[in-house]
């Protein structure tokens, strides 16, 4: 790409990043070599009699395009897997984790590329977590503040379609176990393994916590009969909440927010953190985790959801709320943090998987 495209496409992240807070542009150069690509084989340039052809196949390319985007926004099509990493110091909380894309706002292709300091700061920052907490490989990549929705509806559709996809594997799984060859099940007879049913678990932290919370909430029937376990930690009820609740100057903050990220305070927005009781078609537990060094988010703004379930859904809807409170770990290092938070962090997820989803 010309140097001067690239000048330009760095001062227009700039202003939509920094100024406004805004950037919906991809930072690779796949837009532009498409985009010159499309510009040479334009059908003004070609012969006559393949100039129909051309703008034919150009047709069904776009129509098959917007099929396949189609398809991976209704959870329908797995994602290419960008990369895997591994956590030193972490037990195995989860199991089988469904590869999912990355959230909308982090950029791992082209981080090298761009001349934001902000956007360099933020990928020091990336690799200083990643040593610290012995995640492996390092990941050079950067997030744009403009494009974070803190758990509020782009978020919440987005877990909604990995939850979408995470069934349709669970129903092929099935289907594969019911209908698959009898090789298999011999070799599995011969070797004295059992095979179990498969649950589906919903898990996430902080802000990935909220958005599994309020996302679990609003599934639907057919979504909502595959999940046997939703397990969040350190969610908040409210973005406004937990704002009051964590910071010394609540006003400066909420600027902050409505200036560089994906939140205005709409009355819209604020739905997001919110659901109906009687629309509720989740009938499996849920788990809350936190801690009281907790200050990033305040227990109160856990408490807050905690006791809404009970008062609300238990236990007509929800069968049971677990809840476990940790004394020495701070917010996003719970289960990396102190040895016996740690330790009693994996024995209330080994008791719940034994007692939710052993059947």
Same mark, same amino acid.
């Given at each position: 790409m010309p140097l001067a495209r690239r000048l330009r496409r760095a001062l $227009?992240?700039?202003? =939509?990043?920094?100024? +406004?807070?805004?950037?919906?542009?991809?930072?690779?150069? #796949?837009?532009?070599?498409v985009a010159e690509a499309r510009q040479q084989t334009s059908p003004d340039l070609v012969l006559a009699g393949g100039s129909d052809r051309r703008q034919r196949t150009r047709g069904d390319e776009e129509r098959s395009t917007a099929a396949t985007v189609q398809a991976a926004e209704l959870g329908l099509t797995d994602p290419l897997v960008l990369y895997r990493a591994t956590c030193r110091i972490a037990p195995r909380l989860l199991h089988g984790v469904l590869d999912s894309p990355e959230v909308a706002e982090v950029r791992h292709r082209g981080w090298y590329r761009t001349l934001n300091p902000l956007h360099w700061g933020l990928v020091v920052k990336e690799l200083l977590a990643c040593w610290w907490f012995s995640v492996r490989p390092f990941q050079w990549c950067y997030s744009e503040p403009g494009r974070t929705n803190i758990a509020g509806m782009r978020d919440q559709a987005a877990f909604t379609r990995e939850v @979408?996809?995470?069934? =349709? %594997?669970? !129903?092929v799984a099935t289907a594969a176990e019911t209908h698959g060859d009898q090789a298999g099940v011999e070799a599995r007879e011969s070797t004295s393994m059992r095979s179990n049913k498969k649950h589906l678990v919903l898990f996430g932290l902080s802000r990935g916590a909220t958005t599994?919370?309020? +996302?679990?909430m609003k599934l639907s &029937?057919?979504?909502?009969? %595959?999940? +046997?376990?939703?397990?969040?930690?350190? *969610?908040?009820?409210?973005? #406004? %909440? /937990?704002?009051?609740?964590?910071?010394?100057? *609540?006003?400066?903050?909420?600027?902050f927010v409505? +200036?560089?990220?994906?939140?205005?305070?709409?009355?819209?927005?604020? $739905?997001?953190?919110?659901?109906? &009781?009687?629309?509720? %078609?989740? =009938?499996? &537990?849920?788990?809350?985790?936190?801690? /009281? !060094?907790?200050?990033?988010? *305040?227990?109160?703004?856990?408490?807050?959801?905690?006791?809404?379930? =009970? @008062?609300?859904?238990v236990p007509h809807v929800i069968p049971a709320v677990e809840v476990l409170v940790l004394q020495h770990s701070g917010h996003g290092t719970m289960a990396v943090g102190s040895k016996e938070d740690q330790g009693?962090? /994996?024995?209330?997820?080994e008791r719940l998987y034994d007692t939710y989803c052993s059947s």
């Open positions: $227009l992240q700039w202003r =939509r990043v920094v100024m +406004s807070g805004k950037s919906h542009r991809s930072d690779s150069d #796949d837009d532009d070599n @979408r996809r995470g069934v =349709r %594997h669970m !129903k599994c919370f309020y +996302s679990a &029937p057919e979504e909502a009969k %595959h999940v +046997s376990l939703v397990l969040v930690e350190a *969610p908040f009820d409210t973005l #406004d %909440h /937990v704002i009051d609740a964590s910071c010394w100057i *609540p006003r400066l903050m909420r600027w409505r +200036s560089f990220a994906d939140w205005r305070g709409t009355r819209e927005e604020k $739905l997001a953190y919110d659901f109906d &009781p009687k629309e509720v %078609h989740l =009938r499996c &537990p849920i788990a809350f985790v936190m801690s /009281v !060094k907790d200050k990033r988010v *305040p227990n109160e703004c856990t408490q807050a959801l905690i006791d809404r379930v =009970r @008062r609300e859904l009693a962090y /994996v024995a209330f997820v």
